[in-house]
């Protein structure tokens, strides 16, 4: 394993230290783990809380201001992080409106959230919803499943709710928001390679140079199924296909496109994979009228790259458009 | 024998605590090939928060025990296997009754206390391909080997017997539950690493109170 | 070789394609593979002219808009663009007060430029000057080699020189003021891994699972020599320390410190090597006002980082934070 | 002989451009070593673009010939090569004077006048582990073989001799120019790539000049 770290066991405390160091509009619980916008708790604003394991940096820290979200909590790599953090955080960025969990749908990170919001509900009178994203559609028979994985759509739910909540929309309203949001969009993933935990020293598994895994979430875990080394015109398809085959993106002001790197891939591929995808759209008659690309929530050093479509209508592009002032989405401010 | 009492089940932690930790790697290694590659580094992390919360101040009783291990290993694990772990102790507590020194029925009523808090958490079912597949056939040895009037050591061993049988029958089991379920038909073919861990603690609980008896 | 390709040649043109579909507020000339402000020219404004060769994502398109650069030329991957390139985007820029060359230090770039001047005074009226970015540490001895390469100083450089050409700043002070922050700035890289160059197909040289090169430029070559495997800590000495023993870094305002991922690294070591570059500038009395952390000048799929020191003064400090809008650095607009 | 007549010339920039396509990929691997891997690709892109105007619009005359060529690889070719290349050939052609078939002198002194360019559009002296030290010694050697009589073919077959005994000689020297210089002492032990593209081409130039006196 070769990483920029020194002992693998104190990774995620001195990222956090710093993440704190290079960022003065930020406060870090180092005990608790959390980042707090500086600012935190904002009078009369609904708190917003998320976060979860380490390793999908920009995700989350990256993702705390004005605009967006008032605070996460940081886990281990990969490990959901525990009710304890989130109660504290819970407390802390109540101004008063209540606090809402945007939680990604994980089993672990689900459970947490759940213990939290009854520590919360027992130690204080904060009132606290949950939304719980899960836009991955690689995860079929969600019946028998954990449920679709929240990958990509947390970027558009929490920046849209974000500018919702600076609005001082009620935690109810907010909470609707989220899952009309989350509703909207759709991702699909897949990898060139695993990633290593530094933990474990070695890469989650074995992928040859002629193979690559479609259907992957944001752990390094294998995806649904293995193919044969595919161009990135194939890819594309073998991403959007059922992308669009779960839901209809046509109609309202058009789909927010988001083509994210989950690591190690250069941006020069995400953009050409973007074209790939955007190709494809258009012939579906889909209409992309805003873009991201970029590793945005990325898997450590895995390479490959996810497509989230999220079907925007007037009020939602409306709040997309806000401004926002976190380390890993800016504009407007 | 008057029961198990608080210093072997503080040996019973400490022995679990002790085989995750020669374990972690291996359980690591599963958790990679179905899941997301931490099940080891979770639980050694949070049996070393309860290993080092007995060295500093051990709790007086087997409730507060138990409450201090499930609050420790929720505080302390994260993932799934934290609040389900976590809450398995956390409802064997107050299953106790107070007890200073757990009879062996009460013990095992506290287990089983402790399983239905897992199930009422995470709600899978056997046969999901969880830790449940370890626990609930070595809550149910248990139970009918001392409805049987076998002594509490022979019953936990058959207990641990079953729980390494449930892990291996996760093997060929598709999951439903977790993040192994992600993988569909992709997850057959591999041992669960929270069954895995799950059958360590009912080894260890054998074990102790076999020493137990012996001494 | 795992990418997201389809053929290795028309990388390069597949990923404009993709910047050009996604960034409504960019023009992209195919034929000449030139990147522009959609509304360049500005009138009066100095039109800001960086290329270079691809593979190095964001850099350099990634930093075209107001409050930066103009248009870029875009070569092929590692490979300085041509000087027809440059001269079109010269023409196309000026808005009749001149054109400033921003030339990032390396033969290829150089000459390219050079010529691209030369044609640009023989076929239109265009004033031209050019500044050569060298920051780079790594490179000795600069009398007997090509100089020192052009690395992370571009970002304070563009950024800045955009800032003050949006003022109405004329040619000859924004030269001035190019020189001065490449002169306020030095460099220092070093890679974990080589990178794979599309058209080659493997990797551009092998470096064993316990070493790492330090002193690496930004394409993929071998660095100015190869040492055991270290802890972050150590590395973050072995690049902080020659550049603090090339330049005075006390004073001023403080510095920008910049950490930049060679583009395979992830932002949670990216943090946590940001740790250990801050304690050793606090012990050597440097007060860090300003800091980037992330992938900006990357060599494709290396994993590795460097690290860029630069002195503000009260005035680049200022211009550092006014407004700027590019698709890799954002903020007040 | 008539000197080298128009077609010949062609041939010459035929003949190089497919052993560029050939040795590409050796080129690249050279450049691998102590540069940025494109060296290769660069030349073959280049070389391309040059036989493409060469099959759709023969220029007319050497002249015009060189001068086309040159623009060719100044605006297809990119880095350090491209310049320098572009150069060497757009220097050769006011150098023939206008000729329709140059005398193997006036070759001679246009190959001189191609390489002054490359030296003053990249500065480097001989011994910087550069092509200058396989055209510069390759062009002492034609010179010397035509003042002393040699037909042009056996002139150019010293020449060639010569920058491949000058491409060999760089593998020991210490890069002072262009991105091997950043390698400092790593830089030798590794021969130079272009150093090696110049070997070839004048590898072509005696090729297709000895044929064209065998026809
Ligand atoms: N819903 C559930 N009910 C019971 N056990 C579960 C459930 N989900 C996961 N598990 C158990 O947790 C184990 C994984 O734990 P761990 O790797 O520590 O957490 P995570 O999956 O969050 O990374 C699985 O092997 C499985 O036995
Ligand atoms: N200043 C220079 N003068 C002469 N030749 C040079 C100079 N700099 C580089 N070269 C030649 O160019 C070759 C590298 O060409 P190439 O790889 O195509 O360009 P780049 O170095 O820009 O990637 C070197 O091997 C060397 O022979
Ligand atoms: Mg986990
Ligand atoms: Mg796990
Ligand atoms: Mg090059
Ligand atoms: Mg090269």
Redesign the interface.
């Known amino acids: 394993m070769k990483k920029l770290l020194n002992d693998p066991a104190d990774l995620v405390a001195e990222s956090l230290r710093g993440v704190e160091r290079a960022h003065p509009e930020l406060r870090v619980d180092h005990e608790n783990r959390i980042i707090y916008r500086a600012d935190a708790p904002v009078s009369g604003k609904v708190g917003l809380l998320s976060g979860g394991g380490s390793g999908h940096e920009p995700a989350h820290a990256g993702f705390i201001g004005p605009g967006m979200l008032d605070a996460v909590c940081a886990g281990e790599v990969f490990t959901s992080p525990v009710p304890d953090q989130m109660a504290e955080a819970t407390k802390n960025i109540d101004g008063g409106a209540g606090v809402l969990h945007l939680v990604w749908n994980y089993t672990g990170d689900v459970m947490n959230f759940d213990m939290a919001a009854e520590l919360a509900a027992a130690e204080t009178d904060t009132t606290v919803e949950a939304v719980v994203m899960n836009d991955d559609v690689a995860v079929e028979d969600s019946l028998f499943t954990a449920g679709r994985r929240g990958t990509g759509a947390a970027i558009p739910v929490e920046k849209i709710v974000g500018a919702a909540a600076e609005q001082g929309r009620s935690l109810s309203e907010l909470a609707d928001l989220a899952r009309r949001v989350n509703d909207n969009s759709r991702s699909m993933g897949m990898a060139l390679t695993s990633c290593t935990v530094p933990a474990k020293g070695s890469p989650t598994f074995d992928l040859p140079e002629d193979e690559i895994e479609i259907g992957i979430g944001i752990h390094g875990e294998p995806g649904r199924r293995r193919v044969p080394l595919a161009s990135a015109h194939d890819i594309a398809q073998m991403l959007v296909d059922p992308v669009l085959a779960d839901r209809d993106f046509t109609g309202g002001e058009g789909v927010l496109v988001f083509v994210n790197g989950m690591g190690a891939t250069p941006m020069l591929e995400l953009y050409l994979m973007y074209n790939e995808v955007a190709a494809l759209l258009d012939k579906a008659g889909i209409v992309p009228v805003r873009t991201l690309v970029g590793p945005y929530v990325t898997s450590l050093d895995m390479a490959g790259c996810s497509v989230t479509i999220t079907r925007l209508d007037d009020e939602l592009l409306r709040l997309w458009d806000a401004p926002v002032a976190t380390a890993g989405l800016r504009w407007g401010m | 024998m008057a029961g198990v009492d608080n210093d072997t089940l503080q040996r019973w932690l400490r022995a679990f605590a002790a085989s995750v930790a020669e374990q972690k790697d291996a359980l690591?290694a599963l958790d990679?090939?179905?899941?997301?590659?931490?099940h080891g580094?979770?639980m050694d992390?949070g049996m070393a928060a309860v290993v080092a919360f007995l060295d500093a101040t051990p709790p007086a009783d087997p409730a507060a025990l138990f409450k201090q291990t499930g609050m420790t290993l929720?505080?302390?694990?994260?993932?799934?296997?934290?609040?389900?772990y976590g809450t398995l102790f956390l409802r064997m507590a107050p299953a106790t009754g107070g007890a200073g020194a757990l009879e062996p029925d009460v013990f095992a009523k506290a287990l089983r206390a402790g399983l239905d808090g897992v199930v009422a958490?995470?709600k899978a079912e056997l046969g999901d391909k969880t830790m449940v597949d370890a626990l609930a056939p070595a809550l149910d040895a248990l139970d009918a080997a001392l409805a049987a009037g076998e002594p509490l050591a022979e019953a936990l061993r058959a207990a641990s017997d079953a729980a390494d049988r449930g892990r291996d029958e996760t093997t060929p089991m598709l999951?439903?539950?977790?993040?192994a379920?992600?993988?569909?038909e992709?997850s057959i073919g591999h041992q669960d690493p929270g069954a895995t861990s799950a059958a360590l603690l009912l080894a260890a609980a054998a074990s102790v109170v076999a020493d137990q008896e012996a001494a």
Chains 1, 3 share one sequence.
Do not use: E
């Open positions: 690591t990679a090939a179905i899941g997301d590659a931490d580094a979770n992390r929720v505080k302390s694990v994260g993932g799934a296997s934290g609040p389900l958490r995470g999951a439903r539950k977790g993040r379920s992600y993988l569909g992709r």
